[in-house]
């Protein structure tokens, strides 16, 4: 585990891109996505992350929101935050919203020689063996999981059978080649927010104030959004 603290900075001149992107239902954005976005943005001295919402998730129920209002959420959470963008990619495909579909067009837009990160919480790296095309995600990105103070759980054989000896352990490393590394990454402000509970926090009139942007809460009262 790779723990950052606040001083980390390997940003430095770099010559090709690096790039992350982190992908998700959004549903919605929170500041669990937000500043772990921000803090991987400076942890691996990125160009830009990429905040992709899935169109059709491949691995769960189909969000009760739709994908445009997920995406005006998200544009509305990141606001004007440096180094983050809001990306709409998924969208402008049909049919399940794949990750390898979404790298391999992240590949195509910065080049072979870009580093690419597929960033995911460790809650949706345990999954990881059940997507699809799993073993070519690390030939077209490296793979960096954030620690969640709310998802321990350790990992299953299949996925430490896929990660092999993929994982590596500094942000050097991982950036000398352009994909296929491992690195678990515990970023300074780790929060324990998830969707799922600001969604059960609106159904039932509870606050979630501090929970998400003040945008997004605004965007979710004037659109009547989660209510039962
Ligand atoms: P839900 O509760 O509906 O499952 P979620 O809060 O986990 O949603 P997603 O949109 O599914 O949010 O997450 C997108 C990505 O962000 C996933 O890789 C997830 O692990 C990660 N993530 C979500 N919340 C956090 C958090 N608080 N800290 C770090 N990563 C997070």
Request: hydrophobic share 40%.
């Amino acid at each position: 585990m790779c723990v950052v603290d606040r001083g980390s900075d390997p940003k430095g001149t770099h010559s090709v891109p690096r790039v992350a992107m982190l992908g998700g239902t959004f549903d919605p954005v929170h500041l669990g996505h937000l500043r772990s976005a921000v803090e991987l943005h400076e942890a691996l001295g990125l160009d830009r992350v990429h905040l992709i919402p899935a169109h059709v998730p491949p691995h769960r129920e189909a969000p009760g929101v739709s994908s445009a209002q997920r995406l005006a959420m998200l544009k509305a959470g990141i606001g004007d935050t440096s180094g983050l963008v809001a990306d709409d990619r998924e969208l402008r495909r049909d049919g399940p919203s794949y990750s390898t579909d979404t790298l391999a067009s992240l590949r195509e837009e910065f080049g072979q020689q870009a580093r690419i990160v597929m960033a995911v919480g460790h809650d949706a790296f345990l999954n990881l063996t059940s997507w699809h095309e799993p073993a070519r995600l690390f030939a077209l990105a490296h793979v960096v999981v954030i620690d969640r103070p709310d998802h321990l759980s350790p990992l299953p054989t299949a996925l430490t059978e896929l990660i092999g000896d993929r994982e590596v352990d500094t942000v050097r490393a991982l950036l000398a080649t352009p994909a296929g590394g491992l690195l678990r990454l515990s970023l300074p402000s780790r929060m324990a927010i998830s969707a799922t509970d600001i969604r059960q926090r609106l159904i039932d009139g509870r606050s979630v104030r501090y929970l998400l942007p003040e945008a997004v809460e605004q965007y979710i009262q004037i659109h009547h959004l989660y209510r039962q």
